[in-house]
């Protein structure tokens, strides 16, 4: 039995990478997983509605890295040593190849999480790597010999020779406080990834009506975002919505998620180009209501609602509308201002802004400046990236880059 013991803190994406590169890379190693759930790689199973969006077709390091709110610099030294491309092959590799759809995401070609569930298992276990559920780990300390001494739920102590931590992220502060102390101050974690709620929104009844383009920013902020929006029961989601909450996680949060959203719905549009094509519309289309005829093929529910709130009576006529509530209408369609009153986790992908700092860390390695021996991996860092694959490549690319390095 090997006397050099890798201990890997979390069954998540990156805990499993970093342990199966650890274990390829050094085969005389004892590779252990400890996970306090009962399962592993949850978050795998359920991301992609099921699908698992393994990664994003983007293999120009220095285009990926902008799809990271926070983490850019350094994740772009670290995918130096594996990036997109080095994924798709990676699971290629074991008979688990990806396909990608028209918007960049790359899922397995079974089009199920299973599938990289399967393979991630398949693999530890061919390499020996022990996997032990219900296992979590309440404190850890180094001992005088450098070894590394973790103090498990079970009332279990384990002596490991390298600890690799990969819990993945934790909503609060407190919650990192058995780690030893990291040499930066820890990022104070807030939640990235979530849907607005507009409790007061006069669009609630159209909850699944959809724009695929749409321009939507904070009132009196620089973040913007463009692209899909989806009116839901609560309020708004959809691509476009989950950049902007992660772009201004932060800001977001220390305004306890009460904000003015603002929705161009016809984003290629501005107020004066927008009232001329209306004025032209209305000219060609006088004998039309204005309810049931719209120049920017929105859905026509949508449509009306704006029609509506603009105080537009349903027999209303282009040729004989007023001015006032065209006014309005434009209004609604280039500057529409909805009071967020909350948020909701998107799709139970919990995803955080905030964790441990990279400053504190080797920048190549991912190993602690202050504790050798000690490595960090995935969402506990201070790495966050926008929906589309980028937090799982780079839960793989951090997990590899530790697992490489974890027994020199």
Excluded at 18 to 43: D, Q, S
Excluded at 301 to 326: H, M, N, T, V, Y
Excluded at 381 to 403: C, E, R
């Amino acid at each position: 039995m090997s006397s050099f013991t890798i201990a890997v803190v979390g069954g998540g994406a990156a805990g499993f990478f970093g342990a199966i590169t650890a274990a390829e890379t050094f085969p005389e190693a004892t590779v252990i997983i400890l996970e306090k759930n009962r399962t592993v790689l949850n978050k795998v199973r359920i991301s992609g509605g099921g699908r698992c969006n393994v990664t994003h077709a983007c293999f120009d390091n220095r285009q990926l890295v902008k799809h990271y709110p926070r983490g850019e610099k350094p994740l772009r030294a670290l995918l130096t040593q594996f990036d997109a491309t080095a994924t798709v092959n990676w699971f290629e590799r074991r008979g688990s190849p990806l396909k990608t759809e028209a918007d960049g995401r790359m899922f397995p070609v079974t089009n199920t999480s299973d599938t990289i569930v399967d393979c991630l298992l398949t693999t530890a276990r061919r390499l020996g790597i022990q996997v032990r559920t219900s296992c979590g780990v309440a404190t850890i300390r180094q001992t005088e010999t450098r070894a590394w001494s973790l103090d498990l739920l079970t009332n279990e102590t384990l002596i490991a020779d390298r600890v690799l931590i990969a819990t993945g992220g934790y909503p609060q502060p407190a919650s990192y406080e058995w780690l030893p102390r990291q040499a930066e101050e820890l990022l104070s974690p807030v939640p990235s990834l979530f849907t607005f709620n507009v409790p007061d929104s006069y669009l609630l009844p159209l909850a699944g009506v959809s724009v695929p383009d749409a321009g939507v920013s904070i009132v009196g902020a620089k973040q913007e975002q463009r692209g899909p929006v989806l009116v839901t029961h609560w309020g708004f989601s959809g691509p476009a919505i989950l950049r902007l909450s992660a772009w201004a996680a932060r800001d977001l949060a220390n305004a306890d998620y009460r904000f003015a959203l603002r929705i161009n719905w016809v984003p290629d549009l501005n107020d004066n180009t927008l009232r001329s094509k209306l004025q032209e519309f209305r000219q060609q289309n006088g004998k039309k209501l204005v309810v049931s005829q719209n120049p920017f093929g929105l859905p026509t529910r949508l449509w009306q609602a704006f029609a509506a709130e603009s105080g537009i009576p349903e027999a209303q006529r282009w040729a004989d509308l007023p001015a006032k509530p065209l006014n309005r209408l434009a209004e609604r369609l280039t500057n529409s201002q909805f009071h967020v009153a909350g948020k909701t986790t998107f799709k139970e992908e919990f995803v955080t802004c905030g964790g441990i700092s990279l400053n504190g860390l080797n920048g190549q390695t991912l190993e602690s400046n202050v504790w050798p021996g000690l490595f960090f991996a995935g969402e506990v860092l201070d790495i966050d990236g926008i929906t589309g694959g980028f937090n799982f490549q780079s839960a793989w690319t951090t997990g590899y880059v530790a697992g490489l390095h974890i027994g020199r």
